[in-house]
């Protein structure tokens, strides 16, 4: 085992030393009494929009109102990087059971500028996890954000679109080759980021590129 290896196992027992998610839930933050599926109390689990299967795009764990919703800011305005291993492993359970079959899993990325500000990608983070417990490659640093984009929450889908035009590029074009990718994100809201570094994928030899984000918009249909 490498030494990176070592050293990212035992960060990951001491993060859920110091952040005990089994104790707490990790949307309300209320004491559960016994072990719940996926550390949420059941009066949060209860209000999840799963998503049943209907939406035609992307494939969710679920919409992106609360609880789900919440878990998401925190995980990407909060510095709660050890949610990460939960929303990774509902993502894991979609996966499956929606049957996918992909050959490496490719996280949306982040301009190495914005990056550094956070000090983390967590889109990154859920496609590691989902790589590790399903057994299958994850590629980082090979799909590249080249240019800065703008925050995109407030602007209308046009200006998204436009915002993310030229956006994306591909260091290596030989590692995807004839590949099949599972592109991972955290929330789908207009596709326009999505769609930029699928194309991007495709020019560079992909053979087909799925889309997997952990929640999306609750208009995204």
């Not at 085992?1 to 993060?15: I, K, T």
């Not at 889908?157 to 004839?178: C, G, H, L, T, Y």
């Not at 599972?182 to 809201?189: M, S």
Request: hydrophobic fraction near 40%; charged fraction near 30%.
């Amino acid at each position: 085992m490498r030494v990176f290896d070592v050293l990212e196992n035992y960060l990951e027992a001491l993060l859920k030393l110091i952040y005990p998610s089994d104790l707490h839930c990790i949307v309300c933050n209320k004491y559960l009494l016994t072990a719940e599926k996926y550390s949420i109390c059941n009066t949060c689990f209860e209000k999840i929009s799963f998503d049943k299967g209907i939406f035609r795009g992307p494939v969710a764990v679920g919409v992106h109102e609360n609880p789900l919703k919440k878990l998401v800011y925190r995980l990407k305005y909060q510095d709660a990087t050890y949610l990460s291993s939960v929303m990774g492993r509902m993502m894991v359970e979609v996966y499956k059971k929606e049957e996918l079959k992909v050959d490496m899993l490719v996280a949306v990325p982040l301009h190495r500028k914005k990056q550094k500000q956070r000090g983390y990608n967590q889109a990154c983070l859920l496609a590691k996890y989902m790589g590790k417990k399903l057994g299958i490659p994850y590629i980082e640093q090979n799909l590249i954000r080249v240019k800065d984009t703008d925050v995109m929450y407030n602007q209308t889908r046009e200006e998204r679109w436009k915002n993310v035009e030229d956006a994306f590029s591909v260091k290596n074009p030989q590692v995807i080759d004839k590949k099949k990718i599972l592109l991972v994100d955290d929330i789908f809201t207009t596709g326009a980021t999505v769609e930029a570094c699928s194309k991007v994928l495709m020019r560079a030899g992909a053979k087909s590129v799925e889309v997997m984000t952990f929640t999306r918009g609750v208009n995204s249909e």
